[in-house]
């Protein structure tokens, strides 16, 4: 029987965070290792142990005496769809494993139950006007680094982990080098002249030899959660704090920002990285429906 799971003092470092290892039975354990000498990310890891942990904290069994109706009745503690279909994929992945070894011969994960997906929000964003009154803000601040990173958020569009992931050796002259989660280069785009002369300035401040573009007060590099604070913090510069809006927040902003400077909708998605260019399209509805909202308010 497990009747708790609880966090160990243990850790294992993995793209920038820190992967807490839980308690768990020790199937679990070398399913863990495993997801580490495949090369998942260290969100990845974290999110697929979470899930297993709540799973065997909730059914209070062995990962070999779980059923199906064990699954389905965690699954459906879920509070979002998103969250019911990752769960539903981290332990699918676990089981598999399982069976894989031949610690397993049945699989209970076969032909779960699956949760209707609520109307999904269309994402939130800043049209032009408001990062640029963002970006005055910033630079008004004198804050270096912080003016540097939302520079790189706001004309990049990269996503959170992208640029926790940034060296300063990804740049090359007016080119800078994206690594993708496994530590490879995903793609290569221009560098702005106005983001090339923030993180000059930045970089001209540093006496350290760490080779990350961005550091913490600590002189470490900057992580998530360092991150999320600052980006919050500018938020609330312009009285939005409280609107939901988030780091890939700045991501949407720019992909909208490119189709409505009229970049071409494939040259845009390269730039987002999205490996489908359905992704990009969807800003061209999201964008008229989100404008149109706004004319209806500003009329009221």
């Known amino acids: 029987m497990y009747n708790q799971i609880i966090p160990s003092q243990q850790y294992i470092k993995g793209d920038e965070i820190m992967l807490k290892k839980y308690n768990i039975p020790k199937e ?73 070894e031949e610690l397993r011969s049945d699989n209970p994960t076969l032909s779960l139950g699956i949760m209707k997906s609520k109307h999904k929000e269309d994402p939130k964003f800043l ?21 540097a990173l939302m520079s790189v958020f706001m004309n990049l569009g990269l996503r959170e982990s992208e640029v926790r992931r940034l060296d300063i050796k990804n740049i090359s002259g007016d080119y800078i080098s994206i690594k993708d989660s496994k530590g490879g280069y995903s ?47 500018q938020y609330e510069l312009i009285d939005k704090g409280n609107e939901g809006l988030t780091a890939h927040s700045l991501r949407h902003s720019a992909c909208t920002g ?31 429906h989100e404008l149109k909202k706004r004319s209806i308010d500003l009329l009221k």
């Open 28 to 100: 679990a354990e070398l399913w863990v290792s495993n997801l580490k000498r495949e090369g998942w990310s260290a969100n990845t890891q974290l999110a697929y142990t979470q899930d297993i942990c709540f799973l065997f904290n909730f059914t209070k069994k062995s990962p070999l005496n779980i059923t199906k109706q064990d699954i389905n009745d965690y699954l459906y503690t879920s509070e979002t769809s998103s969250t019911f279909e990752r769960r539903r994929a981290s332990i699918s992945k676990f089981f598999n494993w399982l069976i894989g």
């Open 127 to 147: 049209v032009p006007d408001e990062l640029k009154k963002l970006k005055q803000i910033v630079d008004k601040s004198g804050n270096l680094r912080n003016i």
């Open 187 to 233: 793609r290569t785009i221009p560098l702005p002249e106005s983001t090339k002369r923030d993180i000059q300035a930045y970089l001209n401040t540093r006496i350290d030899n760490n080779p990350a573009m961005f550091l913490s007060r600590d002189k470490k590099r900057l992580g998530r959660g360092g991150i999320v604070k600052i980006v919050k913090k």
């Open 258 to 288: 490119f189709i409505l400077a009229g970049m071409d909708i494939v040259y845009a998605g390269e730039m987002m990285g999205h490996k489908s260019i359905t992704t990009t399209k969807n800003y061209t509805h999201i964008l008229s």
